[in-house]
C-alpha cells in the first residue's frame, strides 16, 4: 500500500513533537537529579551547614546557647532558587547567620510532623528553634516561591533579627510561643501516611534515582487530603486552604518587613478590626510575630468562626486589636497557585482551571446575576485530571451553574464547597455557556 504524502507529513510530525517532548521531560529528569546531587557534593561537608541532620543541629545550639535555623528546601524545584543561591552565598546575611546553628535539610520522608509543621506547598521554609526544641519562629515566601528569580533576603533577614531577640529574652518570651508551636498529628511521619508508606523509604536513594527517592513536602498535604478522601470524610478546611495570607483578612503587608502592614482593603475583616497601614504586628494572642509565615500559621490555626486579639505597633505605641473572623472567612483564601490544589481540582472540577469573568465581560455576554460565569481557563489532559475533557468540557466554556452551589463563588471557594458537598465519588450536572448556545453537561467528582 502506498502512503499519501500528506499523511507521512503529519506522521513526521507527531513523531517530531512526541520526541520534542520525551526530550525535554527526559531533561528536566536529568537537571533535577543532577541538582540534587550537586546539592549534596557542595554542602554536606560545608562549614556552616548541617546536611540533613537536625539531631546534631539541636545538640549544637545546646552545646553553643545558640538558636537552631532549619532551611527545608525542595532542591529539584526551580521556584525559589534566587532565595535559596542567596541564603548560601550571600554576603549580607553570613554574619547574622553566625548566630545561628544552620542546618540544610532537603530530606523530609522522616520528619517529626508533629514539630515541622509549616506550609507544605512552599519550595523554601525555614524553621527556628529554641536548643531545647520549642519554636521561635517560621519563616516562607510566596514572593519568592512565585518568582524563583527573586534573590532579596531582606525578609528573611528581619525574621532572623525578631527571632534572635525572642531567643535572647527566653525567659520572657517561652511561656509567649505556646500558640506557635505544632498541633498533634494523625501520623507521626510523611512515610507513614497512607499514600507514601511503602513508596519511600527513610533514607534517600543516593545509589539510585534519589530524586524518586525523595518525598516533596507538598505531598506530605497530599497525602492527609487523599487519606481523608479514601475513608469518604470531608477534608478539613485547613487542608483545604491552609496557611491563609493576611490579604485573606484583608492585610497587605510590606514584603521586606514582613509583619508591617501596607494596606488594608476597604470592608474588610482587618479593616472592621481596626487596623490601619503603618502598624506593624508584633504578637497574636501573646505569640510574638516575626514574618508573614508567622501571621499565616495563627490564621491557619484559628477556628472558623473565631476571635483573637492582635497586638500592633502604632505611632511609638502598643494597642490591641479585637479580630472577629466570620463564619466561611477561612474560603476567601487564594489557593489557585498552590501546587496541591492541583490535586483537589481533580477530586471535584474534573482537572478544570477556572477563572472568574471580570464585571465588564459578564455584561457582555449578559450573564445574570445569579450565574457564576467561570470560565474554564484550562484542562488537565491524563488520568483523572482528564475527566472533565473526557465529558465534554472545552477550554473557553463559561460554567453558569453546578448542581448544588449557589453563587458567586471564586475557584477557590468553589473547591472548598465540592469537598464539603461531595465527599464520596458521585456525578454533578453543570450548564455552560460556549459560543452563545447553553449547554447541559456533567463530571464525576472523584
Known amino acids: 500500500m502506498v502512503i499519501p504524502r500528506r499523511i507521512i507529513a503529519v506522521l513526521s510530525l507527531v513523531c517530531c513533537f512526541g ?30 551547614w548541617l546536611y540533613n541532620d537536625v539531631q546534631t543541629g539541636f545538640e549544637a545550639a545546646k552545646k ?7 532551611v527545608l528546601r525542595c532542591v529539584p524545584c526551580k521556584a525559589c532558587t534566587g532565595i535559596d543561591e542567596s541564603v548560601l552565598k550571600s554576603k549580607d546575611l553570613q554574619a547574622l547567620l553566625d548566630d545561628f546553628v544552620c542546618v540544610r535539610l532537603i530530606n523530609a520522608n522522616d520528619i517529626d510532623l508533629s ?17 531545647e526544641g520549642s519554636l521561635i519562629a517560621r519563616y516562607g515566601s510566596w514572593q519568592h516561591q512565585l518568582d524563583e528569580a527573586e534573590t532579596s533576603t531582606k525578609s528573611l533577614q528581619a525574621a532572623l533579627q525578631k527571632a534572635r531577640t525572642i531567643h535572647k529574652d527566653w525567659e520572657q ?21 497512607p499514600g507514601l508508606a511503602g513508596k519511600y523509604q527513610r533514607e534517600l536513594n543516593w545509589e539510585g534515582n534519589v530524586v524518586q527517592s525523595c518525598v516533596h513536602c507538598h505531598q506530605i498535604g497530599d497525602a492527609y487530603r487523599a487519606w481523608y478522601r479514601k ?29 508591617k502592614v501596607r494596606e488594608v482593603q476597604p470592608g474588610s475583616i ?29 490564621l491557619h490555626r484559628s477556628s472558623d468562626p473565631g476571635k483573637s486579639v492582635w497586638t500592633v505597633q502604632r505611632d511609638s505605641k502598643l494597642m490591641d486589636l479585637q479580630m472577629t473572623l466570620g463564619p466561611g472567612w477561612r474560603s476567601h483564601s487564594n489557593i489557585a497557585s498552590r501546587v496541591g490544589t492541583w490535586q483537589m481540582r481533580a477530586m471535584v472540577q474534573g482537572g478544570m482551571v477556572l477563572r472568574t469573568l471580570d464585571a465588564s465581560k459578564r455584561q457582555e455576554l449578559g450573564l445574570a446575576q445569579e450565574d457564576l460565569g467561570l470560565v474554564v481557563h484550562g484542562l488537565g489532559e ?13 477550554k473557553g466554556d463559561i460554567v453558569l451553574t453546578i448542581q448544588g452551589v ?6 477557590s471557594q468553589l473547591i472548598g464547597t465540592l469537598l464539603e458537598l461531595h465527599p464520596k465519588s458521585t456525578q454533578i450536572r453543570a450548564k455552560v455557556l460556549r459560543e452563545k448556545q447553553r449547554i447541559e453537561l456533567s463530571w464525576p467528582i472523584q
Do not use: C
Not at 520526541?19 to 543532577?34: P, Y
Open 115 to 131: 514539630q515541622f509543621q509549616f506550609d507544605y506547598d512552599l519550595s523554601f521554609s525555614s524553621l527556628i528553634f529554641h536548643p
Open 382 to 394: 491524563y488520568g483523572e485530571h482528564a475527566a472533565a475533557k473526557n465529558a465534554g468540557f472545552r
Open 270 to 298: 482587618a479593616q472592621q478590626a481596626g487596623f490601619k497601614p503603618g502598624d506593624d504586628i508584633t504578637a497574636i494572642d501573646g505569640a510574638p510575630m516575626v514574618s508573614i509565615a508567622d501571621i499565616a500559621w495563627a
Open 64 to 70: 553553643l546557647g545558640k538558636p537552631l535555623l532549619v
Open 406 to 411: 449557589q453563587g458567586p463563588v471564586d475557584e
Open 231 to 259: 475513608q469518604g470524610q470531608v477534608i478539613p478546611k485547613d487542608l483545604i486552604y491552609p496557611m491563609p495570607d493576611p490579604i485573606t483578612i484583608g492585610l497587605k503587608m510590606y514584603q521586606d518587613v514582613g509583619t
Open 19 to 48: 520526541h520534542g517532548f520525551s526530550q525535554g521531560f527526559a531533561d528536566e529528569k536529568n537537571r533535577r537529579e543532577q541538582a540534587v546531587r550537586e546539592d549534596k557534593k557542595n554542602l554536606a561537608s560545608d562549614a556552616r
Open 173 to 193: 518570651n517561652k511561656d509567649r510561643v505556646g500558640p506557635k508551636q505544632g498541633g498533634t498529628t494523625p501520623f507521626k511521619t510523611p512515610i507513614q501516611i
